[in-house]
């Protein structure tokens, strides 16, 4: 993971009143857009909750942004006693800190936490750094007590501030390539994810399960469909596969396709600066998004040069498009010479 925080504007606009939402049996939740921050349903989305497994979602964030994913780790004897959910590590082995992320959000291991932690300075250094993380990004209902959710009343969140931090999470490819299999070999470790929506809903993305008896059925989620990304959480959730499943359902049904960029639209015209004439800035591909009902409209933002001295050769990179909704870039091009 890059060293870096996104941009992240949210919204409280209700895009859509989700008539199935009645039926959530979760005690918190939250179906939001991950990209503009949009709310489509929301119920006791800001209290605090125990929130089991789904702290892993940070700590696997603190682990890849500290710690080189080659790097062998030596698993100390409280990790392989831990208990809970676990990748079956034995105390004195190494392993990588790669196979540790695996293990952490498929296999939602104690143990893989319990060693990430211990090669991050320690369990103290490592909430400590989950905690400044979750301040930076500014989710004021979040504190991190360990990096595995086992229950502790320091270590809590809110359905919004989980579903901010899994928006922000899913901006990182290595965290998104990890978390959206379904199974994998690692080290020669097999793993299968614990996440079934993987598997029982298309285009499932990520992101992590958690329970304990306390906490209940915690569950993280993400679905990407015609270039937007839905982020939804439930917490202490008996039926959370088909809550999650029921409103991705009613969300998406408001979804549709527009095209938003020809293939050699003119998107601009650069003057040249013998005012002879201007070089026509045209897009170089085809681009489609999805569209929400109720949302606002669109608008192309373009990088370009204000001139030209002379005029470039037809096909030349002139500069980047980028399609925003509110403060936040959902595609984005090249622009070429016409």
Not at 297 to 321: C, H, S
Request: charged share 20%; proline share 3%; hydrophobic share 45%.
């Amino acid at each position: 993971m890059k060293k870096r925080i996104l941009s992240f504007f949210v919204s409280v606009c209700l895009l859509t009143a989700l008539a199935g939402a009645a039926q959530i049996s979760a005690e918190s939740a939250i179906l939001l857009d991950a990209d503009t921050g949009n709310v489509f349903y929301e119920k006791n989305a800001d209290e605090r909750r125990l929130i089991a497994s789904t702290t892993k979602i940070m700590t696997a964030l603190c682990a890849l942004s500290s710690l080189d994913p080659d790097a062998q780790v030596r698993v100390p004897e409280e990790a392989a006693r831990i208990g809970g959910s676990s990748m079956y590590l034995k105390a004195g082995e190494t392993v990588s800190v790669r196979a540790l992320v695996y293990g952490l959000l498929l296999l939602s291991g104690n143990d893989a936490a319990y060693t990430l932690a211990e090669a991050m300075g320690g369990q103290e250094a490592c909430c400590a750094r989950m905690n400044a993380l979750a301040a930076r990004l500014g989710l004021a209902d979040t504190h991190f007590a360990n990096p595995h959710g086992l229950d502790d009343p320091e270590n809590y969140s809110s359905g919004r501030d989980l579903a901010l931090l899994a928006s922000f999470a899913l901006h990182d490819p290595d965290f998104a390539a990890v978390c959206g299999k379904a199974e994998a070999c690692v080290d020669g470790r097999s793993m299968r994810n614990h996440n079934k929506l993987l598997s029982l809903y298309p285009d499932t993305i990520g992101v992590k399960t958690g329970f304990t008896k306390a906490a209940g059925r915690c569950l993280v989620s993400a679905v990407r469909r015609s270039g937007r990304t839905l982020v939804c959480v439930s917490l202490s959730d008996p039926d959370d596969w088909n809550d999650h499943i029921a409103l991705y359902d009613e969300a998406f049904s408001s979804l549709s396709e527009a095209l938003i960029a020809k293939k050699g639209e003119c998107a601009s015209r650069i003057p040249l600066a013998d005012g002879e004439g201007t070089v026509r800035a045209v897009f170089a591909q085809e681009i489609s998004l999805g569209r929400f009902a109720g949302e606002a409209d669109g608008r192309w933002e373009l990088a370009l040069p204000q001139f030209y001295y002379r005029r470039p050769e037809k096909g030349a990179v002139l500069g980047t498009a980028y399609y925003k909704i509110g403060a936040q870039v959902l595609a984005q091009t090249v622009l070429v010479c016409g």
